[in-house]
């Protein structure tokens, strides 16, 4: 492929449930990349979007991952109380041509202003994503999405940017997750953060659970959602949990 985001090539989106530990609800799903060639070769999305930025074609890229993930709900219903959790890579803000209100744009092409949307933030550049999602997180929020915060306590995420940005949801990283329940430090951790996170209004999604006792102790610690293959595995729609 000479461009990354090449007409050859397939974007298929998997969507994973975000379930309500307590009830056993899905409570909403997150949209995942599947690109592929048009040959049926399975591409890596980290690579695909690292190939994108490198090539100036990042913007492009994740303007068409969410517009298809948009396509993908209308075409199939699902109750109105869902949310939809997208991600975004902060690294747009330095593209040339990026400016808010595309995925606003989208939804009102589309006839479906009403969906429940959630914009997952990660930082991938600890120097400049501190200004990049400065500018995004208000900029998301004034258009009346919510805020995810995501793979808190791996990487970059760090307590103040927490405090800085706000956000409605912060989703656990995987590598705080799997295998808490076998260890007390982690565990007691998680426990103090669930704390934490109730009495500022922010919701808990742990991301990675693959394990009962993961489960039963991310249940018992009071974080409300999850997500992970135990609880349901990346699938096209239409086949999701």
């Not at 890579?89 to 939804?107: E, Q």
């Not at 991301?207 to 609880?231: K, N």
Request: proline letters at 7%; a negative charge.
């Amino acid at each position: 492929m000479n461009s990354p985001v090449a007409t050859s090539m397939i974007l298929d989106i998997a969507f994973q449930p975000i379930v309500e530990l307590a009830s056993g609800r899905v409570y909403g799903y997150e949209a995942l990349g599947r690109p592929r060639t048009s040959g049926g070769e399975a591409l890596s999305i980290g690579v695909l979007l690292a190939q994108a930025r490198a090539a100036g074609e990042l913007l492009a890229l994740d303007r068409a991952l969410r517009r298809r993930a948009l396509e993908c709900i209308v075409r199939c219903p699902r109750d109105p109380q869902l949310r939809w959790f997208l991600n975004v890579d902060s690294r747009c803000a330095d593209s040339p041509g990026y400016s808010p209100g595309y995925t606003r744009r989208v939804l009102a092409e589309l006839g479906a202003p009403e969906l429940q949307i959630v914009i997952e933030l990660g930082e991938q550049d600890p120097l400049l994503d501190r200004e990049r999602l400065a500018a995004m997180y208000p900029s998301y929020a004034s258009q009346g999405f919510s805020i995810a915060l995501d793979d808190f306590g791996a990487g970059h995420a760090t307590l103040s940017r927490l405090v800085e940005v706000r956000p409605q949801f912060v989703k656990l990283d995987p590598a705080l997750v799997h295998g808490v329940a076998d260890d007390p430090m982690r565990a007691s951790l998680l426990r103090a953060f669930a704390g934490f996170a109730a009495e500022a209004g922010i919701v808990l999604v742990a991301e990675g659970i693959e394990r009962e006792e993961d489960l039963t102790f991310v249940l018992t610690a009071g974080i409300p959602l999850g997500q992970g293959y135990l609880l349901g595995r990346p699938a096209p729609l239409d086949r999701a949990a």
